[in-house]
């Protein structure tokens, strides 16, 4: 099976247009999707299921930033360990438990929590800038495999957010 | 150009011949079906001009069954061999049965799935849904004037594996070849989005007699795409008719009710609940113990009042769909509603007042699930016009995961994802020289092993004995189309293919499946015969026409030895398939199969890499 940018036809670079990625995305399961296949012989109907699992696959991965840089690094070498290799800056850590404390103060405050949720997604859009940068212009893989960490966190924490907002709902 | 050959004098296919494929909405109160003839979908009539088949099978003393309006006739006179509401135990458990279920019908635990005791011995959810399909097969064969090549079979969109599994066993108890099971919501949307030609984000509403299910789906550019699916397999219709069943009851203020009695008081609440939505009020006839009635009058306010909570529980469905497809109420275009029990005007209301806006009810709520499915099985059998070019991608409704340590799950796939999909994982040995072990699958939101739904307790066996933790086995979970689950494994280093023995949690096994399709022809082995014999030729004709498709459009991928292997299968499965043995068929058939299975790997490579090149693009 190809790898997920040359599937799609795309540049193999961090930089990715979500539109162009999407269609690329219909336009592969246009051709594979088993359904296209419903009438056809077992072998055929075998073969369309492996590629549209692919196809699903790759584009999940791509389209989320994070699973988008994991997969570069691997590419190139650098596998993000994320559960052994914690090593994140000092500064970074402090910012951390800062997060985690405001996000124990918000709890059952549904207007504090998407406050700090604006916060978190402003923070990471500046992450997300430089993580292009080091990956697409410098091809710094240590910088790129700690702002991946990073972001991994702040995905964590977000969650974490969006399930205090769930609890609210109900 | 032999292969150009392969397909003159007699035994070409009309290249534009219809196939018979038809769409099934197996519901919990009524089924129907529905086909698209002169491209025009529509709903098929019995021989009285009635398409709503009540989805009720009466069994009778010398085995003979009765379905439908006449066995509905008798649920009251025969209760415990009249089964209705089947599909609240479709896949179900002796734990999870539903209690009213329970209440009204003899059931026997047995392993994988309950049976209910009838006249003629215990009969699984299966069977009793197979007798319901048999009708609608027999029904559109007679219609349609030929063999089915296919049948799209719908499925509440929140049904787990099992329920799902079920469905296509009793489907193929029925002699039907499944083309695809297609949620339900996912179903309404497709007739309702050819309809209108419809782009934007749109959400499904479809409370049936005994599912809820909530679809929220962006239709652009001829994809249907399914953002987020959540619901209540255990909540519709006949819940309303339960509450209101038991407030007559108690203001006739009668005796406890002996079985009949409680499934006529149950009907003619189910009669209330449907005039009140029309009517401020209405006189309903309470059954007595040992025979007569007395009447007590409802109006649309108690109605309303005693089910309210019934109500608000669809609502919290709803706001989980939002939440995870991370969209607000003002996202949504338009609201569609589906199912008879959304016809009460109270749900109605909530709706509207949910949404901000009326929601959309054009096509008949008990028709649309039937015409969508038809739809689709007419793409699905390779009838799309060549300007009908859309494309829906379903999700998984469900997150699947896998027990560990401590009564934990650890998830695998994610709800929501879209299907197919598949997830490898690597398992290693703890004990010097093990050679077994086992992998417990479960389906569900819950963090504790005991809070889910348990699929299958897989035993990996055969893997090579080494020391602790030098084994590597890789465990692929794949979920197809069809929203089903299937597993293999592989150890990694030393490549041996790991005997994967699956002991499904529930459901029936392929043993039992077979031993039911035996039992159902004992009496007519002849029939029997007859049937594999036309099933075989259908099969046969499919893969024939298949396989000339595939060489004219794509010989060039084949050397010269490789196309004369594939000439010989064809021409041996043209020889074979006007012969009497279904046997040599089917042993041609995967002969030519065989012959074929690289051919379709290079072909879809083909297609990939294609696929952004050329015309193509602009079409979509």
Redesign the interface.
């Given at each position: 099976m190809?790898d997920y940018f040359s599937?799609?036809?795309l540049p193999e670079k961090f930089d990715l247009h979500r539109a162009a990625l999407e269609?690329?995305y219909?336009?592969?399961?246009?051709?594979?999707?088993?359904?296209r296949f419903?009438?056809?012989?077992?072998?055929?109907r075998?073969?369309?299921?492996q590629?549209?699992?692919h196809a699903?696959?790759a584009?999940?991965a791509l389209r989320n930033p994070v699973e988008r840089a994991r997969y570069l690094l691997a590419r190139r070498g650098m596998e993000i360990d994320a559960e052994r290799n914690t090593a994140m800056s000092h500064a970074f850590l402090m910012q951390q438990m800062a997060w985690r404390e405001a996000v124990e103060e918000a709890a059952g405050n549904a207007s504090a929590l998407q406050r700090l949720e604006q916060d978190l997604q402003r923070d990471e859009g500046v992450m997300l800038d430089d993580l292009q940068h080091a990956l697409d212009d410098a091809n710094d893989l240590a910088a790129s495999a700690e702002l991946v960490r990073r972001l991994m966190f702040m995905e964590k924490l977000r969650s974490e957010i969006?399930d205090a907002l769930?609890v609210l709902?109900? | 150009m032999a292969l150009l050959q392969l397909s003159e004098p007699g035994e070409s296919t009309a290249p534009h011949q219809h196939r018979l494929a038809v769409g099934i909405d197996l519901g919990t109160t009524n089924s129907l079906v529905a086909t698209v003839r002169h491209s025009l979908p529509e709903c098929l009539p019995d021989d009285t001009g009635r398409i709503l088949l009540p989805s009720v099978v009466r069994y009778l003393r010398g085995g003979a069954t009765v379905v439908g309006t006449e066995a509905l006739a008798a649920e009251s006179t025969d209760p415990r061999n009249t089964i209705a509401s089947v599909k609240r135990l479709m896949g179900r458990g002796p734990v999870d049965a539903d209690p009213g279920m329970r209440a009204r019908y003899d059931l026997v635990d047995a392993a994988g799935m309950v049976r209910i005791n009838t006249v003629i011995g215990p009969r699984s959810p299966v069977e009793v849904s197979a007798e319901i399909l048999k009708v609608l097969r027999a029904r559109a064969e007679e219609s349609l004037g030929g063999d089915l090549i296919g049948a799209v079979i719908t499925v509440p969109a929140y049904f787990d594996d099992a329920q799902r599994q079920a469905t296509k066993d009793a489907a193929r108890l029925a002699g039907l070849n499944v083309l695809r099971l297609l949620n339900e919501p996912t179903a309404a949307a497709i007739a309702y989005g050819l309809d209108e030609a419809a782009e934007g984000i749109y959400a499904v509403f479809d409370l049936g007699g005994g599912t809820f299910d909530f679809s929220i789906l962006r239709l652009s550019r001829g994809v249907f795409e399914v953002m987020a699916t959540s619901g209540d397999s255990a909540l519709g219709g006949d819940d309303f008719d339960e509450l209101l069943a038991h407030w007559l009851h108690k203001q006739a203020a009668g005796a406890d009710l002996d079985c009949g009695a409680n499934r006529a008081l149950l009907s003619e609440a189910r009669r209330a609940k449907e005039a009140l939505t029309t009517d401020a009020s209405v006189v309903a006839k309470v059954p007595q113990l040992g025979g007569g009635v007395r009447t007590v009058n409802v109006t649309a306010e108690v109605f309303q009042s005693l089910t309210q909570g019934l109500v608000e529980r669809c609502l919290q469905p709803v706001k989980k769909a939002l939440r995870d497809a991370v969209l607000k109420v003002a996202d949504i275009e338009a609201v569609v509603l589906v199912g008879g029990a959304t016809r009460m005007p109270h749900l109605r209301a909530a709706v509207k007042t949910f949404f901000g806006r009326a929601p959309f009810t054009d096509i008949d709520p008990d028709k649309v699930v039937a015409i969508g499915a038809a739809v689709q099985a007419n793409v699905l059998a390779g009838n799309r016009r060549a300007d009908e070019d859309w494309l829906l991608l379903d999700v998984i409704p469900l997150s699947l995961g896998l027990e560990t340590m401590g009564g934990l799950v650890e998830k695998i796939v994610p709800r929501n994802a879209t299907i197919p999909v598949a997830k490898a994982q690597e398992f290693t040995t703890f004990k010097d020289g093990q050679t077994a072990m086992s992998i417990h699958v479960v389906q569900g939101e819950r963090e504790l092993v005991s809070d889910c739904r348990s699929l299958a307790r897989f035993e990996l066996r055969g893997i090579p004995p080494l020391v602790a933790g030098a084994a590597r086995i890789r465990v692929t979970f794949q979920i197809d189309a069809d929203g089903l689950l299937s597993v293999a494994a592989r150890e990694q280093t030393t490549g041996i293919e790991a005997n994967v023995t699956v002991k499904p949690s529930y459901g029936l096994s392929d043993d039992e499946v077979a031993n039911m399709l035996k039992a159902g022809f004992e009496h007519a082995t002849d029939d029997m015969k007859a049937r594999a014999l036309r099933e075989q030729k259908v099969d046969a004709e499919r893969l024939i026409e298949a396989t000339r498709q595939a060489l004219a459009e794509d010989a060039d991928l084949l050397s010269l030895a490789e196309a004369q292997r594939i000439d010989t299968a064809i021409a041996a499965l043209v020889v074979a398939r006007e012969g009497v043995d279904h046997l040599v068929i089917k042993a041609a058939i995967e002969v030519l199969s065989a012959a074929t299975a690289d051919f379709a790997a290079r072909r879809m490579d083909k297609a990939i890499r294609t696929a952004l090149t050329g015309s193509r693009v602009d079409s979509l």
């Open positions: 190809q599937l799609f036809h269609a690329a219909r336009n592969v399961q246009a051709q594979v999707h088993p359904d419903a009438h056809r012989s077992e072998a055929e075998r073969v369309a299921m590629w549209a699992t699903n696959e584009y999940r969006d769930a709902d109900n | -």
